[in-house]
């Protein structure tokens, strides 16, 4: 079994709201809704590996100290299970931009099931109605 590790963030704006992630149509899962982040290097923390994710995909810029466990996915994929902790964010720098071509949407944790997302993804929401 291989195991893949890869970080992901709510991002919790003022509001209350969480950003989601429209996943590129020729990527694995194509058109589903994510949480930014992405794999983790073989020389990196899962912290800093978020940092960077954040900074390429979004442009904003995050203090590790800003970076707060909540709860993480474990789930098994065909070909690899993928963990995945869920981080959660209220502060950082710059506005959110869509620099990979990604569509990006604010939306209440209420709503959040409204929106496609990859399986490993189902039983975070409710970690997120519970906090927000
Ligand atoms: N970022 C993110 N990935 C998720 C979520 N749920 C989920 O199953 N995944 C899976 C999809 C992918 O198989 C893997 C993350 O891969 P990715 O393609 O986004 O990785 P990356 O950002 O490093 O991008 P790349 O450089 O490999 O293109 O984790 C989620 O909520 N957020
Ligand atoms: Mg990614």
């Not at 079994?1 to 969480?18: I, Q, S």
């Not at 810029?61 to 869920?86: G, I, K, W």
Request: glycine share 6%; aromatic share 6%; with cysteine.
């Amino acid at each position: 079994m291989k195991l893949l590790l890869v970080v992901a963030v709510a991002l919790v704006d003022p509001d209350g709201r969480v950003l989601l992630a429209r996943r590129p149509d020729h990527k694995e899962f194509g058109g589903m809704w994510e949480f930014p982040g992405g794999k983790v290097e073989a020389s990196e923390s899962p912290e800093a590996a978020l940092i960077r994710e954040l900074r390429e995909e979004l442009g904003i810029d995050v203090q590790e100290a800003c970076l707060a466990p909540l709860t993480f996915a474990s789930h098994a994929y065909p070909n690899v299970h993928l963990l995945m902790p869920l981080y959660v964010c209220r502060r950082w720098s710059g506005v959110a931009q869509a620099l990979e071509g990604q569509e990006l949407r604010w939306v209440r944790p209420q709503k959040m099931r409204e929106f496609a997302m990859p399986p490993a993804d189902e039983p975070l929401i409710s970690h997120l109605l519970d906090l927000l």
